[in-house]
């Protein structure tokens, strides 16, 4: 994470963002890049700890504490789909032959 360190002080448009969720450690952030494109903006958002990337786009006009919800909000939704999948995957499903019928 040095890497993003001197990014973040060479002056770019990133900005830091706590994620106000209790699971996370005081020091989780989400790293936002906002990129403007004719009337919307690509938005980067970057979580400090596991280093997962979410981008959705936006209205050129969106405010940056919305932006800031939104960036939270998506994150906390792939992660939790992400558990939910593993989740899902850990249970032993029954074996099942070729043509998709279960074999016994």
């Known amino acids: 994470m040095l890497w993003l360190q001197r990014f973040l002080q060479s002056g770019s448009n990133w900005d ?7 699971r996370m450690t005081e020091r989780a952030a989400i790293y936002i890049e906002m990129i403007p494109s004719g009337n919307a ?7 400090s700890e596991t280093g997962r990337e979410v981008r959705f786009v936006v209205p050129a006009g969106t405010s940056e504490h919305d932006i800031k919800q939104l960036a939270a909000a998506k994150m906390e939704y792939v992660e939790r789909k992400e558990r939910e999948k593993a989740e899902e995957d850990a249970i032993e499903k029954p074996p099942r032959d070729s043509r998709g019928g279960i074999i016994v």
């Open 41 to 47: 903006m690509e938005i980067a958002a970057i979580h």
């Open 16 to 22: 830091c963002l706590r994620q106000p969720d209790l």
